[in-house]
T-cell receptor, first 109, second 113 residues
């Protein structure tokens, strides 16, 4: 049972554009929603996270939008740069982290 | 600051051989520790987690086992590797179970021949 559904599977964006990755969850017990960035051959690194009592969190060029009623959350990368090219995972946790299937982002120079 | 170390970075093993992957955390006490497996192009699957020395919870029945002999040491083992054990193995730590961030090591790429 896939409890966190992530889309798109891959995304190509021009430099300076906005990258948007979406996730939907089913378990209403989830209470923490992190996003991870993973470069090839490396472990995932925590990028930004949100708790369900807020609808938006911004850190630099990265913003999480959270819609509790729709059970959806998304990552927006503003002014996307080639260095942002990586795989991004959304996740959600009640007791343990449940990961989405990942989005491979390519930012073209 | 806290750091997490995994070794080896890559490993090639024949089918039927034993396995031992090690993970250590520095800069924190009594961390929660986790082993994940990541298949190519896929998300992460939780294999084991531990909330203390000698305390291991298994999430997925399989050919692998885990042990925590010391507070900041977590070991993933197998007595006889299968072809299906190939993958990218990641260790992670957090301050407590639940709504806390998990921090990952750089993983071990395991290939079974």
């Amino acid at each position: 049972q896939q409890q966190v559904k992530q889309s798109p599977q891959s995304l190509i964006v021009q430099k300076g554009g906005i990258s948007i990755i979406n996730c939907a969850y089913e378990n209403t017990a989830f209470d923490y929603f992190p996003w991870y960035q993973q470069f090839p051959g490396k472990g995932p690194a925590l990028l930004i996270a949100i708790r369900p009592d807020v609808s938006e969190k911004k850190e630099g060029r990265f913003t999480i939008s959270f819609n509790k009623s729709a059970k959806q959350f998304s990552l927006h990368i503003m002014d996307s740069q080639p260095g942002d090219s990586a795989t991004y995972f959304c996740a959600a946790t009640a007791r343990q982290l449940t990961f989405g299937s990942g989005t491979q982002l390519t930012v073209l120079p | 600051s806290q750091t997490i170390h995994q070794w080896p970075a890559t490993l090639v093993q024949p089918v039927g051989s034993p396995l031992s992957l090690e993970c250590t955390v520095e800069g924190t006490s009594n961390p929660n520790l986790y082993w994940y497996r990541q298949a190519a192009g896929r998300g992460l699957q939780l294999l084991f987690y531990s909330v203390g020395i000698g305390q291991i919870s298994s999430e997925v029945p399989q050919n692998l086992s885990a042990s925590r002999p010391q507070d900041r040491q977590f070991i993933l083992s197998s007595k006889k590797l299968l072809l299906s054990d190939s993958g990218f193995y990641l260790c992670a730590w957090s301050r407590q179970v639940g709504n806390q961030p998990q921090h990952f090591g750089d993983g071990t790429r395991l290939s079974i021949l």
